[in-house]
């Protein structure tokens, strides 16, 4: 059964958890504030009044406590979804993701699997003070046995969600904040879509340069390449939607094809996503490229007060900057 | 909220119900029966104490963190449970992994270095080895709240040692462990050293088994060497975590006999006569002397007994000295339930 309905990120979420508690008895959702508030966000608004305390309730404040009882329930059948509040705020967390989140699996050679999703509302761009707006993905990114995946519209939130929760392995889904009142028709399925973990899509064709871009740098590069486009160059965008698995087929395929990339990515630029990203296709695609893969990130400081957040967060003039300089008089 | 502590503090001495003389400080003590069980799981303990040591020295095992003098705690903490219920030990808890039904050279696997885990967790529900102190105990909270939420009478078995109650993840444990009920007995075994650092180094509470009360758990103290006081104690604690009465604080006085593992130097830090103080506490001199003295253990007895704990070491060393050569594409196969198209591809070249 497939039903439509326009929905913000957020309303795509919320939708994705109660589908998949709908559909899977074994799906528990719990954390800070997720209970009868809905989570700070409201992702998980209606869900204890809809399946009970025993499904979807609030914790003690304590992440690494969160993610270590998360362990254990998924070891015990369960699958559970935890809300991690804010970025900065999982890392009370990083041990038991780091030691056992993603090594379980490996530890016990395929006997005890991890069914489980840690949602984190991340990265800037709100307005929000110190410890509000990480863009944490590399730590997870640079961990082996994590699937780290940031969906960048609402049909992506909820497809993603869906088959992140139905996944045997566990996911670290990124949630970008300032993306949660975006709009747009989803499709809602009644099973476990698959589609997105470890696919990037193109989400905009062009052929003079790639854009690649990953949850909340989306739409600054789909708003670059309706600017370009005005000024004659056509610039096609590549969602990556999923950070691990990386798909390198899709990209690479989309920098062939143009012959030019720049990276749009939110984070740090050092030692980053953005970073691994440029160096796997020009490892891959040297050959194609007739420029250096330009990267257009956040710089290397500590995430700014919001009066200054508009200085780090990439954006369409630095992104067309970066444009302009991929050596087009060679060519 | 209740203001009332009183009913969650330990008792003022740690329960021992058969002294260091080998006689009986209470009236009711663990059957015959359970105190004979309990001797043939202190032998074979103790055996494989000493056999994963000699493995060591023979370079058959990378490492041994050893329960020498501690069997009492690894022996009734396996014992207590029911096979429905699961056992979450540390690096140091080989010996009550065993004594679950693990195979022990499945067991060592860790230490021997041929993988990180040898056996299959849900085949006696015991989970792997864990070395990052204290991080387990959520986990044997979130494994018991599910089997609570899905009905089933389980209750969970989690080791932590004194050193590992200063973490975090210890009283994040207890917190969620007791606002959630969550049927999980905690056994803190204080064997007075954390590596080289001394318990008044690593807390300033009366007693770890006090530290309960912080979280509304109930804590009791146990002579960690009275395999017999830890059998009732622990049995209780079971008990009342399975019907419905949430976590309970175990913490058990015990000391680690030999040094923290082969590569550690306990005469930095510890003077001899302390260790040969603890040699008259020893756990399994006491109930082999109880026993004899109600004449419930004969030299045809324990003969029988020595024998099956050589049979355990002789079975670990054939299997310990077996060379498996360890398959470098297994590194590449368990990552993830489907392999990236990343990891097929250096899977393919390492
Ligand atoms: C998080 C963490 N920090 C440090 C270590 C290194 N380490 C291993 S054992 C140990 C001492 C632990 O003492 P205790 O909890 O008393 O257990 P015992 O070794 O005495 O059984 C230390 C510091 C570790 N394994 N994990
Ligand atoms: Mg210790």
Redesign the interface.
């Given at each position: 059964m497939i039903a439509h309905e326009k929905l913000s990120m957020a309303q795509a979420l919320n939708r994705a958890l109660r589908d998949a508690m709908s559909a899977d008895p074994s799906v528990?959702v719990f954390g800070e504030d997720v209970g009868p508030l809905g989570g700070v966000f409201r992702i998980t608004d209606g869900l204890t009044a809809e399946f009970g305390e025993?499904r979807c309730f609030d914790?003690?404040l304590?992440e690494?406590?969160i993610?270590?009882?998360?362990?254990?329930?998924?070891?015990?059948?369960?699958r559970?979804v935890v809300e991690m509040q804010f970025d900065a705020f999982a890392y009370?967390a990083f041990?038991?993701i780091v030691?056992?989140v993603a090594?379980?699996?490996?530890?016990?050679?395929?006997?005890?699997?991890l069914p489980m999703v840690i949602r984190v509302p991340y990265a800037g761009g709100i307005g929000g003070v110190e410890h509000h707006c990480d863009s944490s993905e590399a730590y997870y990114a640079h961990t082996?046995?994590l699937?780290v995946v940031a969906p960048a519209t609402p049909s992506d939130a909820y497809t993603l969600l869906r088959e992140a929760i139905a996944?045997?392995?566990p996911v670290i889904f990124l949630e970008p904040k300032k993306l949660y009142w975006s709009k747009e028709e989803v499709e809602l399925s009644a099973h476990a879509p698959a589609a997105g973990i470890?696919r990037a899509v193109v989400r905009r064709e062009g052929s003079d340069a790639t854009l690649i871009a990953y949850g909340p740098s989306v739409p600054i590069a789909l708003e670059a390449a309706e600017v370009a486009d005005r000024e004659g160059r056509s610039l096609q965008v590549v969602d990556l939607r999923s950070i691990?698995?990386?798909d390198?087929?899709t990209v690479c395929a989309a920098v062939r094809s143009t012959g030019r990339a720049v990276v749009v990515a939110e984070a740090s630029g050092f030692a980053s996503v953005s970073s691994e990203i440029v160096a796997r296709v020009t490892e891959r695609c040297f050959h194609s490229l007739a420029a250096p893969i330009r990267r257009v990130t956040g710089y290397d400081i500590p995430y700014p007060p919001p009066k200054l957040e508009h200085v780090q967060l990439p954006s369409v003039d630095r992104v067309l900057e970066a444009v302009d300089d991929l050596q087009w008089e060679l060519s | 909220m209740t203001g009332d502590a009183h009913h969650l503090l330990p008792s003022a001495e740690p329960v021992t119900l058969i002294g260091v003389d080998g006689a009986a400080l209470h009236e009711t003590l663990p059957d015959d029966a359970a105190l004979l069980r309990a001797l043939q799981g202190l032998v074979t303990a103790r055996r494989l104490n000493e056999q994963a040591y000699a493995l060591v020295r023979q370079g058959r095992l990378a490492v041994y963190p050893s329960s020498h003098g501690q069997e009492a705690c690894q022996v009734a903490a396996a014992q207590v449970l029911a096979d429905g219920d699961w056992l979450f030990p540390t690096y140091r808890d080989t010996a009550a992994i065993v004594e679950r039904g693990v195979d022990p050279v499945e067991a060592l696997t860790l230490l021997k270095g041929d993988w990180h885990c040898g056996y299959d967790p849900y085949e006696h529900r015991v989970a792997p080895h864990t070395t990052p102190l204290a991080t387990q105990l959520p986990h044997a909270v979130g494994v018991a709240h599910a089997a609570r939420l899905k009905g089933e009478p389980t209750v969970v078995m989690a080791l932590c040692g004194d050193g590992g109650t200063s973490e975090g993840d210890f009283h994040e444990a207890l917190n969620f462990a007791a606002v959630l009920k969550a049927p999980v007995v905690f056994l803190v075994q204080n064997n007075e050293y954390a590596i080289s650092v001394p318990l008044a180094r690593q807390t300033a509470a009366p007693s770890l088994a006090h530290k309960g009360i912080g979280y509304g758990v109930k804590g009791e103290r146990v002579d960690g060497n009275d395999v017999a006081a830890l059998l009732a104690v622990l049995t209780d604690a079971v008990q009342r975590a399975r019907s419905g009465a949430g976590p309970q604080l175990v913490e058990a006085h015990t000391y680690r006999m030999q040094a923290h593992t082969n590569a550690d130097d306990a005469t930095r830090y510890r003077k001899d006569d302390e260790v040969a103080a603890w040699v008259e506490r020893d756990p399994i001199v006491r109930l082999e002397k109880h026993l004899r003295d109600r004449g419930l253990l004969t030299d045809d007895v324990l003969a029988r007994m020595t024998e099956a704990a050589e049979k355990t070491a002789a079975h670990t060393r054939d299997g310990i000295n077996r060379d498996v050569e360890p398959d470098p594409a297994e590194l590449f196969a368990y990552v993830y339930a489907k392999p990236t198209p990343q990891l097929i591809e250096q899977g393919a070249q390492a």
């Open positions: 528990v025993d914790t003690p304590a690494s406590g993610v270590g009882v998360a362990v254990g329930m998924a070891m015990n059948g369960m559970p009370p041990e038991q030691s056992h090594k379980m699996r490996n530890r016990t050679r395929g006997k005890v699997s082996p046995g699937h996944s045997p392995d470890g691990v698995p990386f390198d087929e | -």
